[in-house]
Nanobody, 123 residues
């Protein structure tokens, strides 16, 4: 059973940055594609990024493209999401999720989920 724990959330001003981490345990993360999702109050869950098991494919939603960067360090069993130029609309709970090998656009296709980490963007 793969377990995922997000960290790195916090309070930042608009234009600031956060680096989120998704740390895995129980199984080697290198077999899994990892997606980042977020959910803000009153809004649907949104897939914002994903990285394939090999790291050779990445996906970014239009809402974050050019501002967020996903990466992975399989030796540390960790996936990162660097979030720059943050906007108020980026405030949400951020979740990482994993599935075997390939990214999917559907949250239901991800088998393992973390507990979430809160990012607050406010002046």
């Amino acid at each position: 059973q793969l377990q995922l724990v997000e960290s790195g959330g916090g309070l930042v001003q608009p234009g600031g940055s956060l680096r989120l981490s998704c740390a895995a345990s129980g199984l080697p993360l290198h077999y899994y594609a990892v997606g980042w999702f977020r959910q803000a109050p009153g809004k649907d869950r949104e897939r914002i990024s994903c990285i394939s098991a090999s790291g050779g494919y990445t996906y970014y939603a239009d809402s974050v493209k050019g501002r967020f960067t996903i990466s992975r360090d399989n030796a540390k069993n960790t996936v990162y999401l660097q979030m720059n130029s943050l906007k108020s609309e980026d405030a949400a709970i951020y979740y990482c999720a994993a599935r075997r090998v390939a990214c999917s656009s559907l949250g239901s296709e991800y088998n393992y989920w973390g507990q979430g980490t809160q990012a607050t963007v406010s002046s």
